[in-house]
């Protein structure tokens, strides 16, 4: 079997007639020769379009010449076959690779194939015959051993699927996943600490595999060892086992679609290989140039990689294909915020919700623009979208109490805090501002002071934080006890690095006065 | 009517002299559909054009490949007019598409229907030769029902209390509060009851979690796609095709606190509920850790699922990962659409199913006990033939009622199937439906083949609601698909040969009491767990009553695990009826 790229494919289309084959083997009769069925092409990239197109009709023209050997048609209808194979139209694949099978008895990629286009459409018993006919001509063939024992396990004929995956256990960059496999053999059969032993032998040989973790995990709750069960589902994540299948590569080398660019620039973006992802996105932009998403996609990697200016291009040329591409808005939003162009960035995040306007994020954003134009009241008001439709976050909470204390409704800030603390009893800067706002309000009552106060002193146990040991000077006032203010007040000051931002220095001296004074605070936070 | 045992306090059969006797109209309407043809040995029968059952879905699609075009209808069985008998709701779409007017649908809206949602009155009438001639009557405008809503699922529950059930109605766009007055009609009341959520919902549950006596209300949003937002989606061939979830941002779910005035209180951030999310399409509200309390199971679309545990003082802490029903055995997460929760294995504790997107498999997860659960789909031979398919509306039912859990599953897939676009296929994405029926040994075997000509239909089912349509001591099924009828396939599996019992739990007030347990001891047989709930598949809604197949014995004693906790015991009830219960 020869390695075929799309080029070759598209090459041979356009010498389609007449192909000269070199051997003087005699084609197989035309009575068993499959109808290839011809793939709907409307709606696809024309470079997709172009490919199937070609090496479609350069079967056809081998087939309906006759002069092609049976070794070079079954070449030829197995590459058809992965061709379409890429492009996930497998009913054509199959009539191929079926006829590659068939035509050339003793290769065993394409009967692979077939079992794999088999095994990923769930076509299970169909899987398990394609690959026992390649174990037929090459026993120890690693691949197809481990894809039988896939297969079977599927099947739930575990005791017959172990014994395949025990042979490709033994085989380099196939035996993390074939441990998975037996650990799951295990424990389909009860035997825990076996299935506990492959699992971790599995992340041993792939320890980015960190979905094994989840059923480890599973086998160790079994075996009532509930903490080390525990342990394991924090470690776990969405990388799942693999292996690796050089025949399977070969076939994601053939596609021309754009969206295949796509998906491996998505699996680069998220094993953080972000120059590959680059240059997928660049390569699904040279596919179907109109594809705003990938221009977009561009954007945030260039981003990413710190070239603000290509980003910026490369997002407004999105937004040129498509002009109410709402995240291509938020995204230029977010690359001008990184240019230090806030009114262009503004204007983004405003196009972004004049589109969606109950988007978390596009709120979250141009209000934090609001609040460090001092717009309070137009930030609170971005806030308490945020806040509706994420309820349980703590962080929009605090900064919407930041935005009622910047428009002087305290009171409003105190019980949008206290309704925070309800959700998130544990946040410590929630926490912070409660006792902050309680300081300052003049209409608070002895048990909230009480409150705040010891909430401020457990802050203090747990973490000396200095805004912590501000907040408690504030409350210690507001309880009245003004000695222990002052002192901790003047303690404070005195701690202020010189690096001090000077409404801070300015809030605390202030304050301390008030301390001195017999007053309690009456700003919670510094202007800014 | 069975007699009276000692301890019932209230106690009757619903018996057929309950059924109206008089039918508005006998003639079937609607287009004759292929599903139809009777066999000797159908097990379900398409009963659709007969009983007069005539809705077709339109998505209104336009070819611009909206997310949300393809996603309902579900389908709620209720008896709204307290007659005795199950009337159906079906919610419904429109059209799609700021500007676009029916006249850019890909599809037309079939002659003669009227969009909207619809309510069908059943009028079910005993026939002189003793036979149920089921009847269906469109009474959607006489109740007062005018959802123009672009409709996605329902759910069924009293939360006034006044013994009528009222509908929730997700939709994509705000939700629908219908409050049933009692008098065959309904009164919207969303706002007023603070439950409009205008978040993009599929599924729904009402029940009570903090045994107040109020049903309180669950709802699962999933996305937050909208038609401002849509983005095209591209299939690996390049073609265009349908999004899938992970091109929008899941929305977390809310929960609502029934406060017991007619009005909800929106505890979702306060209860924890919110703090963890994935993209909700199915939920079942069941007690998995068996310590009285209901909990949550929420399934997500390519997230992990959830188990909110219920922690009796009105916060829920979500225990899935621990209790093994988060993500598949591989450890990775799964397309959850549909889910039920039932006792498929005899041991009193709940089961879970969910049906998933192709090339997943559907899951079972047996409960070990405590809430803890064991993937046990490979051993049940539940993977395998499910992995073509995509599955939506899933539960448990027991068809041939043997006193076993079988389960049917309705698929439709969510893009493009190549097969049919290279056969030039307008809507390339039906798939047929499955039945599979529990050995008993804790395998199933599917059975699709001998179910019926209803099974060899291809459509794009979403939902499907369970229950005794007939009132024939059976479960029947009611199938919606995209763009395409609902389908009332009627059970016929055993035709008055085996013994059931079935049991309506009422609260005091009158209404179905929701999360009722039922023990039926059945001697050497066994005993028989099941639960009373309208909950599960996916955007649907079950018929409430509870229903044992008792096979070839009869039940020896019945015992009742009421919400609040309190225990009933009746001895030897007899077998094919409906017995009405009231706590003590």
Same mark, same amino acid.
């Given at each position: 079997?020869?390695?075929?790229?799309?080029?070759?494919?598209?090459?041979?289309?356009?010498?389609?007639?007449?192909?000269?084959?070199?051997?003087?083997?005699?084609?197989?009769?035309?009575?068993?020769?499959?109808?290839?069925?011809?793939?709907?092409?409307?709606?696809?990239?024309?470079?997709?379009?172009?490919?199937?197109?070609?090496? =479609?009709?350069?079967?056809?023209?081998?087939?309906?010449?006759?002069? /092609?050997?049976?070794?070079?048609?079954?070449?030829?209808?197995?590459?058809?076959?992965?061709?379409?194979?890429?492009?996930?139209?497998?009913?054509?694949?199959?009539?191929?690779?079926?006829?590659?099978?068939?035509?050339?008895?003793?290769?065993?990629?394409?009967?692979?194939?077939?079992?794999?286009?088999?095994?990923?459409?769930?076509?299970?018993?169909?899987?398990?015959?394609?690959?026992?006919?390649?174990?037929?001509?090459?026993?120890?063939?690693?691949?197809?051993?481990?894809?039988?024992?896939?297969?079977?396990?599927?099947?739930?004929?575990?005791?017959?699927?172990?014994?395949?995956?025990?042979?490709?256990?033994?085989?380099?960059?196939?035996?993390?996943?074939?441990?998975?496999?037996?650990?799951?053999?295990?424990?389909?059969?009860?035997?825990?600490?076996?299935?506990?032993?492959?699992?971790?032998?599995?992340?041993?040989?792939?320890?980015?595999?960190?979905?094994?973790?989840?059923?480890?995990?599973?086998?160790?709750?079994?075996?009532?060892?509930?903490?080390?069960?525990?342990?394991?589902?924090?470690?776990?994540?969405?990388?799942?086992?693999?292996?690796?299948?050089?025949?399977?590569?070969?076939?994601?080398?053939?596609?021309?679609?754009?969206?295949?660019?796509?998906?491996?620039?998505?699996?680069?973006?998220?094993?953080?290989?972000?120059?590959?992802?680059?240059?997928?996105?660049?390569?699904?932009?040279?596919?179907?140039?109109?594809? /705003?998403?990938?221009?977009?996609?561009?954007?945030?990697?260039?981003?990413?990689?710190?070239?603000?200016?290509?980003?910026?291009?490369?997002?407004?040329?999105?937004?040129?294909?498509?002009?109410?591409?709402?995240? /291509?808005?938020?995204?230029?939003?977010?690359?001008?915020?990184? =240019?230090?162009?806030?009114?262009?960035?503004?204007?983004?995040?405003?196009?972004?919700?004049?589109?969606?306007?109950?988007?978390?994020?596009?709120?979250?954003?141009?209000?934090?623009?609001?609040?460090?134009?001092?717009?309070?009241?137009?930030?609170?008001?971005?806030?308490?979208?945020?806040?509706?439709?994420?309820?349980?976050?703590?962080?929009? =909470?605090?900064?919407?109490?930041?935005?009622?204390?910047?428009?002087?409704?305290?009171?409003?800030?105190?019980?949008?805090?206290?309704?925070?603390?309800?959700?998130?009893?544990?946040?410590?800067?929630?926490?912070?501002?409660?006792?902050?706002?309680?300081?300052?309000?003049?209409?608070?009552?002895?048990?909230?002071?009480?409150?705040?106060?010891?909430?401020?002193?457990?802050?203090?146990?747990?973490?000396?934080?200095?805004?912590?040991?501000?907040?408690?000077?504030?409350?210690?006032?507001?309880?009245? =006890?003004?000695?222990?203010?002052?002192?901790?007040?003047?303690?404070?000051?005195?701690?202020?690095?010189?690096?001090?931002?000077?409404?801070?220095?300015?809030?605390?001296?202030?304050?301390?006065?008030?301390?001195?004074?017999?007053?309690?605070?009456?700003?919670?936070?510094?202007?800014? | 009517?069975?007699?009276?045992?000692?301890?019932?306090?209230?106690?009757?059969?619903?018996?057929?002299?309950?059924?109206?006797?008089?039918?508005?109209?006998?003639?079937?309407?609607?287009?004759?559909?292929?599903? +139809?043809?009777?066999?000797?040995?159908? @097990?379900?029968?398409?009963?659709?054009?007969?009983?007069?059952?005539?809705?077709?879905?339109?998505?209104?699609?336009?070819?611009?490949?909206?997310?949300?075009?393809?996603?309902?209808?579900?389908?709620?069985?209720?008896?709204?007019? $307290?007659?005795?008998?199950?009337?159906?709701?079906?919610?419904?779409?429109?059209?799609?598409?700021?500007?676009?007017?029916?006249?850019?649908?890909?599809?037309?809206?079939?002659?003669?229907?009227?969009?909207?949602?619809?309510?069908?009155?059943?009028?079910?009438?005993?026939?002189?030769?003793?036979?149920?001639?089921?009847?269906?009557?469109?009474?959607?405008?006489?109740?007062?029902?005018? #959802?123009?809503?672009?409709?996605? $699922?329902?759910?069924?529950?009293?939360?006034?209390?006044?013994?009528?059930?009222?509908?929730?109605?997700?939709?994509?766009?705000?939700?629908?509060?219908?409050?049933?007055?009692?008098?065959?009609?309904?009164?919207?009341?969303?706002?007023?009851?603070?439950?409009?959520?205008?978040?993009?919902?599929?599924?729904?549950?009402?029940?009570? &979690?903090?045994?107040?006596?109020?049903?309180?209300?669950?709802?699962?949003?999933?996305?937050?796609?909208?038609?401002?937002?849509?983005?095209?989606?591209?299939?690996?061939?390049?073609?265009?095709?349908?999004? $899938?979830?992970?091109?929008?941002?899941?929305?977390?779910?809310?929960?609502?606190?029934?406060?017991?005035?007619?009005?909800?209180?929106?505890?979702?951030?306060? %209860?924890?509920?919110?703090?963890?999310?994935?993209?909700?399409?199915?939920?079942?509200?069941?007690?998995?850790?068996?310590?009285? @309390?209901?909990?949550?199971?929420?399934?997500?679309?390519? %997230?992990?699922?959830?188990?909110?545990?219920?922690?009796?003082? #009105?916060?829920?802490?979500?225990?899935?990962?621990?209790? #093994?029903?988060?993500?598949?055995?591989?450890?990775?997460?799964?397309?959850?659409?549909?889910?039920?929760?039932?006792?498929?294995?005899?041991?009193?504790?709940?089961?879970?199913?969910?049906?998933?997107?192709?090339?997943?498999?559907?899951?079972? &997860?047996?409960?070990?006990?405590?809430?803890?659960?064991?993937?046990?789909?490979?051993?049940?031979?539940?993977?395998?033939?499910?992995?073509?398919?995509?599955?939506?509306?899933?539960?448990?039912?027991?068809?041939?009622?043997?006193?076993?859990?079988?389960?049917?599953?309705?698929?439709?897939?969510?893009?493009?199937?190549?097969?049919?676009?290279?056969?030039?296929?307008?809507?390339?994405?039906?798939?047929?439906?499955?039945?599979?029926?529990?050995?008993?040994?804790?395998?199933?075997?599917?059975?699709?083949?001998?179910?019926?000509?209803?099974? +060899?239909?291809?459509?794009? %089912?979403?939902?499907?609601?369970?229950?005794?349509?007939?009132?024939?001591?059976?479960?029947?099924?009611?199938?919606?698909?995209?763009?395409?009828?609902?389908?009332?396939?009627?059970?016929? &599996?055993?035709?008055?040969?085996?013994? @059931?019992?079935?049991?309506?739990?009422?609260?005091?007030?009158?209404?179905?009491?929701?999360?009722?347990?039922?023990?039926?001891?059945?001697?050497?047989?066994?005993?028989?767990?099941?639960?009373?709930?309208?909950?599960?598949?996916?955007?649907?809604?079950?018929?409430?009553?509870?229903?044992?197949?008792?096979? +070839?014995?009869?039940?020896?004693?019945?015992?009742?695990?009421?919400?609040?906790?309190?225990?009933?015991?009746?001895?030897?009830?007899?077998?094919?009826? &409906?017995?009405?219960?009231?706590?003590?």
């Amino acid at each position: 079997m020869k390695v075929w790229t799309p080029v070759v494919a598209i090459a041979l289309c356009l010498v389609v007639t007449p192909i000269v084959w070199g051997s003087s083997e005699s084609p197989p009769a035309a009575s068993v020769t499959p109808e290839i069925p011809q793939p709907p092409l409307e709606g696809l990239e024309p470079a997709v379009r172009e490919l199937l197109t070609a090496t =479609r009709e350069a079967l056809l023209a081998a087939v309906d010449g006759g002069t /092609a050997s049976t070794e070079e048609l079954a070449d030829l209808y197995g590459h058809t076959g992965m061709v379409f194979h890429a492009h996930h139209s497998f009913e054509v694949a199959e009539v191929c690779y079926r006829r590659a099978s068939e035509l050339a008895a003793k290769e065993l990629s394409w009967p692979y194939y077939l079992g794999y286009l088999y095994q990923d459409t769930g076509r299970f018993g169909e899987a398990a015959s394609s690959y026992r006919a390649v174990l037929a001509l090459e026993p120890e063939d690693p691949l197809a051993n481990l894809r039988l024992g896939e297969v079977l396990l599927s099947l739930n004929e575990l005791l017959e699927a172990e014994p395949y995956l025990k042979v490709a256990a033994g085989v380099d960059g196939l035996q993390a996943a074939s441990e998975a496999g037996l650990g799951k053999i295990e424990m389909a059969k009860g035997n825990l600490e076996a299935a506990v032993q492959h699992y971790r032998r599995a992340l041993e040989l792939q320890p980015d595999a960190n979905q094994l973790h989840y059923p480890l995990s599973l086998a160790l709750r079994k075996l009532d060892r509930i903490e080390e069960a525990k342990a394991e589902i924090a470690k776990g994540g969405k990388a799942r086992v693999s292996a690796h299948d050089r025949r399977l590569t070969e076939i994601g080398t053939l596609t021309a679609s754009s969206e295949m660019f796509m998906t491996s620039g998505a699996r680069a973006i998220k094993a953080g290989k972000l120059d590959s992802a680059a240059t997928a996105f660049r390569g699904a932009i040279a596919a179907r140039p109109s594809n /705003a998403r990938a221009h977009l996609n561009l954007a945030v990697v260039l981003r990413q990689l710190g070239d603000l200016e290509a980003a910026e291009r490369s997002a407004r040329k999105a937004l040129e294909l498509q002009p109410d591409y709402f995240f /291509a808005h938020f995204n230029l939003g977010e690359i001008l915020e990184a =240019r230090e162009d806030v009114a262009g960035a503004k204007a983004e995040y405003q196009e972004a919700l004049a589109i969606d306007s109950r988007h978390i994020k596009a709120n979250e954003r141009v209000a934090a623009l609001h609040m460090r134009a001092g717009e309070f009241e137009e930030a609170a008001k971005h806030y308490e979208v945020v806040v509706e439709l994420a309820p349980s976050l703590p962080t929009p =909470r605090y900064l919407l109490a930041l935005a009622y204390v910047g428009v002087g409704e305290t009171q409003r800030a105190h019980e949008c805090v206290e309704e925070a603390l309800l959700v998130n009893p544990g946040d410590a800067r929630l926490q912070e501002a409660m006792v902050r706002l309680v300081a300052v309000d003049s209409s608070a009552n002895a048990s909230d002071i009480e409150r705040a106060l010891k909430v401020a002193i457990e802050q203090q146990k747990e973490t000396a934080s200095f805004g912590g040991a501000e907040a408690l000077a504030m409350v210690l006032a507001a309880a009245q =006890r003004f000695d222990e203010a002052v002192r901790l007040q003047e303690r404070l000051i005195a701690q202020l690095p010189s690096s001090a931002r000077p409404a801070v220095v300015e809030l605390m001296q202030s304050n301390l006065r008030h301390y001195q004074a017999g007053e309690r605070a009456v700003i919670p936070w510094p202007e800014e | 009517m069975g007699c009276l045992v000692g301890g019932w306090l209230a106690a009757a059969a619903l018996a057929p002299a309950q059924v109206p006797a008089a039918t508005a109209e006998e003639s079937p309407r609607g287009e004759a559909t292929t599903g +139809e043809s009777l066999s000797a040995d159908d @097990w379900f029968v398409d009963s659709t054009t007969t009983s007069g059952l005539d809705y077709v879905h339109f998505n209104g699609m336009s070819g611009e490949m909206y997310f949300s075009e393809i996603v309902g209808p579900g389908v709620g069985l209720l008896d709204y007019d $307290g007659d005795g008998d199950l009337d159906i709701f079906i919610p419904q779409g429109s059209m799609l598409g700021e500007g676009k007017t029916i006249d850019d649908a890909t599809f037309p809206v079939p002659q003669g229907s009227a969009l909207g949602d619809r309510l069908f009155r059943n009028d079910t009438v005993i026939k002189a030769d003793g036979t149920r001639g089921v009847h269906f009557v469109d009474v959607t405008l006489a109740a007062g029902l005018r #959802g123009l809503g672009y409709g996605m $699922g329902v759910a069924v529950g009293d939360y006034t209390g006044n013994g009528f059930p009222d509908l929730y109605v997700t939709n994509f766009g705000r939700n629908d509060l219908w409050r049933n007055e009692g008098d065959g009609t309904f009164e919207e009341v969303a706002a007023v009851a603070g439950v409009a959520d205008d978040r993009w919902s599929i599924s729904a549950t009402f029940f009570d &979690y903090d045994r107040d006596g109020h049903l309180d209300l669950f709802v699962a949003d999933y996305v937050d796609f909208s038609i401002n937002t849509h983005k095209p989606c591209f299939s690996t061939s390049s073609a265009r095709d349908y999004c $899938g979830p992970r091109s929008y941002n899941p929305v977390p779910a809310r929960l609502y606190h029934n406060d017991g005035k007619g009005g909800f209180e929106d505890v979702s951030a306060r %209860s924890g509920i919110a703090a963890e999310f994935g993209g909700a399409l199915g939920v079942v509200a069941a007690d998995f850790d068996e310590d009285g @309390w209901p909990d949550i199971y929420v399934a997500n679309d390519q %997230s992990p699922n959830q188990l909110w545990i219920n922690q009796r003082d #009105g916060h829920f802490v979500d225990d899935a990962f621990l209790a #093994g029903i988060a993500v598949n055995m591989d450890g990775a997460p799964e397309a959850s659409m549909g889910v039920d929760a039932g006792d498929i294995d005899g041991d009193g504790d709940e089961d879970l199913i969910l049906s998933h997107l192709n090339r997943q498999s559907n899951t079972l &997860y047996i409960n070990e006990g405590g809430g803890l659960f064991s993937d046990q789909t490979l051993q049940a031979g539940l993977a395998a033939p499910s992995f073509p398919y995509t599955g939506f509306g899933a539960g448990w039912l027991d068809f041939d009622s043997d006193g076993a859990l079988d389960f049917l599953v309705v698929n439709g897939e969510v893009q493009v199937i190549g097969a049919l676009a290279l056969e030039g296929d307008q809507f390339p994405l039906h798939q047929q439906n499955q039945l599979y029926r529990n050995l008993g040994d804790g395998k199933f075997e599917e059975v699709s083949a001998r179910a019926g000509a209803a099974f +060899e239909l291809s459509e794009v %089912s979403r939902g499907a609601a369970f229950g005794d349509v007939d009132n024939d001591g059976d479960g029947d099924v009611l199938v919606t698909a995209n763009q395409g009828p609902a389908r009332w396939l009627e059970n016929r &599996y055993s035709a008055g040969g085996r013994s @059931w019992l079935g049991v309506v739990s009422r609260s005091p007030y009158g209404a179905t009491s929701l999360g009722t347990r039922v023990r039926v001891d059945r001697g050497k047989a066994g005993s028989v767990w099941r639960r009373s709930r309208a909950d599960g598949s996916y955007a649907s809604a079950n018929d409430p009553r509870i229903l044992v197949g008792l096979g +070839e014995v009869e039940a020896s004693a019945l015992v009742l695990t009421w919400p609040s906790g309190a225990v009933q015991r009746f001895n030897a009830p007899a077998g094919r009826n &409906y017995w009405v219960v009231s706590p003590r």
